[in-house]
């Protein structure tokens, strides 16, 4: 056990020093503008959670190809993009000394039917439990085509830098594209990129290699990684700690732990199992068997809701950076509030609209939280006491037709 707090510094191998030990992990913002570009909405979410305390603030997802997205409203950084757009962004996020990445991501088959109707995969295998409904079966990526999508990752981190993010974060979590080729239930392939581990992790240690060569040996690279797939057949924890390593000797600066896909969304739990409740992180257990294989910085996110719980996970020596999201959606000064305050909580609201139909089609775990970024880009408050309903009637007012379409698991 250490004295560590959330308020300590921590200074990455690479000199880097972040002010506390707050990561503001990515969330789905959905305020993209018509072009993807970032606007002013934007700025004045994240002007306030770097006001808020946090020692380093992950983006939402950005995507590396404008042909691949997400979701509607996604923001894209690539060679088309408003690079002016992102300096403002960026000057606002680091306005108050803290740190801001960029998540950098490509879906691959996590796409929407409505968005696209040709996805692209490792190999050409559809989600499963049903989601084969709202995703389309994807193409399988053509060699070449692999290649091309390691080199828009490269680009994106160079542009990055470029506009002032402070460093950048691969999305390798919650069934994306890196996490399709990790996964031996979604890359069948037999070629260089499939088959054995070795193989899976090529795909994700070329992007590695890729994106630190476009920025550098001084600029911070870090990963968002599952600690499993939670699917038979799936990417597994024995799998994933391997990966861990191999990053851990191509030099990652920061490793992100999560879990789950869309398929088995662990990541949105809303009933953990009681050991998880106690200890509040989702995924403490697995950071404890991957902190005795690697001594790179780690962040645990999803589950933390007091200065106390976060202060045990610190001071277990199991991770160094306590990933939070939705709560900051309800509180953006959550991280000076909690240093202040050692008998600091937040709960998060149980949502329903006592449909379970309506419940289903709304996806209240994101859209409620992305009514509340909605309002903070407007320069209002949050609003902890809105209800299920009305945050569906936002969504649809802001999505039209898009709004009754599956995003999202």
């Known amino acids: 056990m250490t004295t560590v707090t959330v308020a300590e510094s921590y200074?990455?191998?690479?000199?880097?020093t972040l002010k506390n030990r707050f990561m503001k992990s990515a969330m789905s913002e959905q305020l993209g503008n018509d072009v993807h570009n970032p606007d002013q909405r934007l700025v004045n979410v994240y002007g306030q959670w770097s006001k808020g305390g946090c020692g380093l603030i992950v983006s939402g997802n950005i995507m590396v190809d404008r042909n691949h997205l997400g979701e509607p409203r996604?923001?894209?950084l690539d060679e088309q993009s408003d690079l002016d757009a992102f300096r403002a962004w960026t000057a606002a996020a680091t306005a108050n000394g803290n740190e801001f990445w960029a998540q950098l991501n490509h879906p691959g088959k996590q796409i929407p039917s409505y968005l696209n109707k040709a996805p692209v995969a490792p190999s050409a295998i559809s989600l499963g439990r049903g989601l084969e409904k709202a995703f389309n079966t994807p193409r399988e990526l053509t060699g070449d085509e692999v290649r091309q999508t390691i080199g828009r990752y490269a680009t994106a981190a160079k542009l990055a830098k470029d506009v002032g993010f402070t460093g950048v974060q691969i999305h390798g979590a919650h069934g994306y594209l890196v996490s399709q080729f990790l996964s031996p239930r979604h890359n069948q392939r037999d070629d260089e990129w499939g088959?054995?581990?070795?193989?899976?992790?090529?795909?994700?240690l070329e992007v590695y290699k890729g994106m630190r060569a476009a920025v550098g040996d001084d600029f911070p690279v870090a990963i968002k990684l599952n600690s499993a797939d939670f699917m038979k057949g799936g990417f597994t924890e024995e799998e994933s700690m391997q990966f861990v390593q191999a990053l851990s000797e191509a030099g990652i600066d920061h490793v992100e732990i999560s879990g789950g896909t869309y398929e088995s969304p662990e990541m949105v739990q809303e009933t953990p199992k009681e050991s998880t409740r106690q200890r509040e992180a989702f995924f403490m257990d697995y950071a404890e068997k991957v902190r005795k294989?690697?001594?790179v910085p780690l962040a645990v996110t999803g589950g933390f809701r007091t200065t106390r719980g976060m202060n045990d996970a610190l001071q277990s020596g199991a991770m160094d950076f306590v990933g939070i999201a939705r709560p900051l959606c309800l509180d953006a000064a959550l991280p000076n509030n909690a240093i202040a305050d050692e008998n600091y909580r937040i709960d998060l609201?149980?949502?329903s609209t006592g449909i379970k139909s309506v419940d289903q089609l709304a996806a209240h775990n994101i859209t409620w939280y992305e009514a509340q970024l909605w309002r903070m880009a407007k320069n209002k408050a949050p609003k902890p006491n809105m209800s299920a309903w009305r945050s569906f009637a936002i969504t649809m007012?802001?999505?039209?037709?898009?709004?009754?379409?599956?995003?999202r698991a």
Request: proline letters at 3%.
């Open 349 to 351: 609201p149980h949502l």
């Open 11 to 16: 200074t990455l191998k690479n000199g880097k």
């Open 397 to 407: 007012l802001a999505n039209g037709s898009t709004a009754i379409k599956q995003r």
């Open 74 to 76: 996604n923001v894209v």
């Open 293 to 295: 294989v690697t001594d």
């Open 195 to 204: 088959g054995s581990l070795e193989n899976r992790m090529r795909f994700a």
